[in-house]
């Protein structure tokens, strides 16, 4: 089981990005793999408002292709998204009292790690660092580990 991030898709969707061809190669085959792969909502809100920012990319998309591209990706076999369960603010409130130094923009982070360990889920795909902040994600560089999966 794995989630996917969101500058992983970002820079898959983001032909002008040095970082394309490996994020676009990983997220093909991952597609094509049929094992649990997750997205959770807050990630493909990130990935439209990134998408269609002209700050981000040269050319923003619309937000009705960003959303095309994500309804793709779910409709891939084993593609997902992962929804909070009850036990979601208990999680949350264990996982601030161990990493009590989180503020500010690592919310976003915040919630994607108690989601994933909410579900059981350790490993994540992105090329975002802070992730490593949290000692119970794994965290999988698709740069770093061109040949996909684990």
């Known amino acids: 089981m794995l989630v996917l991030d969101t500058k992983v898709l970002v820079y898959a969707a983001n032909k ?29 809100y990130e ?15 619309r937000p009705q292709d960003a959303h095309r591209f994500l309804s793709e990706l779910l409709e891939s076999p084993g593609f997902e998204l992962l929804v909070q369960t009850r036990r979601h ?5 264990q996982t ?14 915040l919630h ?22 949290f000692p119970f994600l794994t965290v999988i560089d698709p740069l770093q580990q061109p040949t996909g999966r684990l």
């Open 16 to 44: 002008d990005s040095a970082s394309h061809l490996p994020c676009n190669e990983w997220l093909s085959e991952t597609r094509r793999d049929p094992s649990p792969t997750f997205l959770t909502w807050s990630v493909c």
């Open 47 to 61: 990935f439209i408002g990134a998408t269609t920012h002209p700050r981000a990319l040269q050319t923003p998309w």
């Open 96 to 109: 601030l009292s161990e990493l009590p130094s989180l503020r500010g923009n690592m919310m976003h982070d």
């Open 112 to 133: 994607t790690a108690v989601l994933m360990r909410e579900q059981g889920i350790s490993r994540i795909c992105t090329r975002d660092r802070d992730l490593l902040k």
């Open 89 to 93: 603010s208990a999680l949350l409130s």
